[in-house]
């Protein structure tokens, strides 16, 4: 599928996105660096990646690129080009220079994250190392371009569940990405969002809205202009609980309760989180309280 001029000059200006996959414990939604060429998005991970192993099981994905004012999101099947595949070899081969054609104009726009990334090689986990790396392909089926009004500042909130230096780099981001599934489809909206003792509190911005008891999540995160190993970010995963929040939001953000769009709770069961490459993985408090409740 060929996107219009303005959808492709904001896949074109924005370097990371969000990618969106079903997993069987509600959407895992990750950044990446891509690059958007002939109906598809291009992107790498590591083999070893959660996101790999969920591609292969199910391919079905969303990504979303936030440009500021107005937003892509595209949706399609995530192929996985695995250079120790002999399959994924042929796959390459069948499909003339696409792949190719892909992954030279992902270098050439991701030169500075590149860059970085050989800076840090010596201190890379195996799994990071250049001979592990895959390269991603979401072939799009259908794509949205999404109007985005403006995020004002907001004071600290502190993400749940985190080491206490990436809580300390994701308190005064405003700006989180909430996901989570409409049917089949991911669906990935800018949010305002706050926690208050404990409890996860979102609003997304867009037209749609998540319903009780949707498996979701809320992505916030803290970029790096080209060095990997400084970027920052936590996923929150749980479910949708009942409507409210919004006067927590609206203070956090010092807006008018009225001017936040309908807040929801998210209820977290697990917490991932990553500093560069370190990738940890927590359960709050209170959804252990919750396990043992249920039994």
Known sequence: MELNREATGILGSARIGMLALRSGHGPLINPAAFHYASGSVWMTTSRFAVKTVIARRDPRAAFFVDGGARAVLVRGRLEVFDPLSVSAQVRA???????????????????PFIAGYLLDITRLPREWMPYNRVVLRL???DADIVKLPQFPEAQAARVPAVPAEVGRRLASVARGYACW????????????WDVDRGHVYVAPVGTVRPEHAT???????????????????????GSFGSVGGAAVIAQRYE????????????????????????????????AKHLRLAEG
Do not use: Q
Not at 93 to 111: E, F, I, W
């Open 255 to 286: 807006i008018e309760s009225g001017a936040v769009p309908r807040a929801i709770e998210l209820v977290p069961e697990r917490v991932t989180s990553w500093r560069g490459f370190a990738v940890t993985s927590a359960v709050p408090k209170g």
């Open 215 to 237: 498996l979701g999540a809320l992505v916030v995160e803290s970029h790096h202009r080209f060095r990997p190993s400084l970027m920052v970010g936590a996923c929150v995963r």
């Open 139 to 141: 072939v799009v089926s």
């Open 93 to 111: 081969l069948l499909g003339g220079p696409s792949l190719y054609m892909g992954m030279l104009g992902y270098t050439l726009k991701n030169a």
């Open 181 to 192: 599934l409409d049917g089949t489809r991911p669906v990935i909206e800018p949010a305002l």
